[in-house]
């Protein structure tokens, strides 16, 4: 028990144990003892008031610093967010990118697959030719030397 309520109680005991006057409903009490508890309690109060506004002043400090960290925790998750979905579309970008140039890369590969087997192509109908005018060639050499004969 705090030590206003206990000289509350003091005074209502006081008041509660004091003569009652004759023919009234008031009572008799020893102002001196009153009036030391009166003292008493002008004395503890404002240590009680001093601690009361401390409390308060702590649960607001308490109130403002959690406040505060809701608003520091909000602002950092926003911010993770807005670099996971950053993150997310840088990945998404260099995917698009890189089917692209896989894209790319498949076009000019057929491209060069293409242009080598044109190329093979052209060279082997050109050595073809050349075998065939070789092949004359050694045809009609063969022929003379049949009627060298």
Do not use: C, W
């Not at 003892?33 to 404002?46: F, G, N, S, V």
């Not at 698009?96 to 498949?106: D, L, M, N, R, Y």
Request: charged share 30%.
């Amino acid at each position: 028990m705090d030590k206003v309520t206990q000289l509350i109680n003091e005074l209502e005991e006081l008041i509660n144990r004091s003569s009652a006057v004759p023919f009234s409903s008031k009572t008799m009490i020893d102002p001196n003892e009153a009036m030391d508890i009166i003292k008493e309690l002008r004395e503890t109060l404002p240590g009680e008031l001093k601690e009361s506004k401390q409390i308060v002043a702590n649960k607001k400090q308490i109130l403002f610093d959690a406040q505060k960290q809701a608003d520091q925790t909000r602002e950092d998750a926003s911010k993770q967010m807005k670099a996971m979905i950053d993150q997310n579309e840088v990945t998404h970008q260099a995917q698009v990118q890189a089917e692209a140039i896989i894209k790319a890369a498949q076009a000019q590969a057929k491209e060069i697959r293409t242009g080598t087997q044109h190329y093979a192509d052209k060279i082997l109908a050109k050595l073809q030719d050349q075998l065939r005018q070789l092949n004359g060639t050694i045809g009609e050499n063969r022929k003379e030397i049949r009627d060298l004969q």
